[in-house]
């Protein structure tokens, strides 16, 4: 699988949207290839923001502070990318 391919899988395979098969060979590319280790983390590091966004509205009686927890552990994770 080249890195164009990956590319074009990325988005699916955070949404669990591809096949076992592909998923394998992504894993393997993701394993050798930095490049696209980080574009993949970018792109979870994204859903995972809109994801809490989401949680965010589903859970406007929730304390704020559990939300900003999440929202900045994740953004510590994605500065430890670097
Ligand atoms: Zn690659």
Do not use: P, Y
Request: charged content about 25%.
């Amino acid at each position: 699988m080249s890195c164009k391919e990956v590319a074009e899988k990325a988005n699916a395979m955070v949404d669990g949207e591809v096949s076992a098969w592909e998923a394998m060979q992504l894993k393997v590319h993701l394993a050798m290839c930095k490049g696209c280790g980080r574009f993949v983390d970018q792109i979870r590091t994204t859903d995972e923001l809109t994801a809490a966004a989401a949680l965010d509205d589903m859970m406007s009686e929730a304390d704020d502070g559990r939300i900003n927890a999440i929202l900045a552990e994740l953004n510590q994770a994605r500065h430890q990318g670097g």
